[in-house]
T-cell receptor
Framework: DGGITQSPKYLFRKEGQNVTLSCEQN?????MYWYRQDPGQGLRLIYY???????QKGDIAEGYSVSREKKESFPLTVTSAQKNPTAFYLC????????????FGSGTRLTVV | AQSVTQLGSHVSVSEGALVLLRCNYS??????LFWYVQYPNQGLQLLLK??????LVKGINGFEAEFKKSETSFHLTKPSAHMSDAAEYFC????????????FGSGTQLTVLP
């Protein structure tokens, strides 16, 4: 079955480290998205990509970076510039037509130690 | 630009009672509307959607929602709550011309009391 896979499920980062969260989909979706979720704050868009080799900043892109070298993959790097990275991160994908909304991964919980 | 308002960040119901989660949207063009459910430490799962056609849509787990254009609403209902319905629910809207990107509401946490 097709789906979207995020790894790892849990990730621990030391102060000053960069970490990369993986997101892979085999749904043949053109668009991919990264969201951050904090308790009581809903979903906040970090970055999105509508096509390979192109991506745009969302509402809270500072301290994050992404790449989209392959249609299937959209990794998110949380850099040391992100001062409060502890959160639940969700990756999603969709078709260009959007009639089925987004398909979400199961998330990565990042904790700074 | 489109927007979504979910009334009530927390809703509690007794097991067996009616579930009603409210969602109002703002859009100048016909919207696509979605409800998602999220269980703790998991991703969001699509419950149901409205794109075109019948305004009453049925989804998984016995949920349904009705698109009411005149009221700009898309409320989620379930006749009889089950303990397993306890989760967070998100309403979302997308419109043509925005690359069909979803705009999410802030979520409603549903608690089911025994």
């Amino acid at each position: 079955d097709g789906g979207i896979t995020q790894s790892p499920k849990y990730l621990f980062r030391k102060e000053g480290q960069n970490v990369t969260l993986s997101c892979e989909q085999n749904l043949n979706h053109d668009a991919m998205y990264w969201y951050r979720q904090d308790p009581g704050q809903g979903l906040r868009l970090i970055y999105y990509s509508q096509i390979v080799n192109d991506f745009q900043k969302g509402d809270i892109a500072e301290g994050y970076s992404v790449s989209r070298e392959k249609k299937e993959s959209f990794p998110l790097t949380v850099t040391s510039a992100q001062k409060n990275p502890t959160a639940f991160y969700l990756c999603a994908s969709s078709t260009r037509q959007g009639a089925n909304g987004y398909t979400f991964g199961s998330g990565t919980r990042l904790t700074v130690v | 630009a489109q927007s979504v308002t979910q009334l009530g960040s927390h809703v509690s119901v007794s097991e067996g009672a009616l579930v009603l989660l409210r969602c109002n949207y703002s859009s100048s063009v016909p919207p696509y509307l979605f409800w998602y459910v999220q269980y703790p430490n998991q991703g969001l799962q699509l419950l149901l959607k409205y794109t075109t056609g019948a305004t009453l849509v049925k989804g998984i787990n016995g949920f349904e929602a009705e698109f009411k254009k005149s009221e700009t609403s898309f409320h989620l209902t379930k006749p009889s709550a089950h303990m397993s319905d306890a989760a967070e629910y998100f309403c979302a809207v997308s419109v043509e011309g925005s690359a069909r990107q979803l705009t999410f509401g802030s979520g409603t946490q549903l608690t089911v009391l025994p």
